[in-house]
């Protein structure tokens, strides 16, 4: 679990990602941006990958499976990172 950031990084944010955009059907990882204050979803989908479903407002609907049950969650793309299938 992401619990702290290092000193240097304290209070900073990527602007590269907080504008990323992705497209319906690609895979990301979820990974909390610790200087934001409210992720608005739970800490246990930390790490957790899943697809876009869409976009809503600034954020997107990412579909994560939580053990057995596939849920949606909405989350602002700088908590969000792209994963290359490997096929």
Excluded: C, W
Aim: glycine share 8%; charged share 35%; no cysteine.
């Amino acid at each position: 679990m992401l619990k702290r950031k290092r000193i240097r990084e304290k209070g900073k944010f990527s602007f590269m990602r907080f504008f990323q955009k992705f497209n319906s059907g690609d895979s990301v990882a979820v990974v909390r941006e610790l200087s934001q204050q409210s992720p608005g979803f739970p800490k246990r989908i930390q790490g957790r990958t899943g697809k876009v479903l869409g976009k809503r407002g600034n954020a997107y609907e990412v579909e994560i499976k939580d053990f057995n049950m596939k849920k949606q969650y909405i989350i602002k793309p700088i908590h969000l990172r792209k994963v290359e299938n490997a096929k």
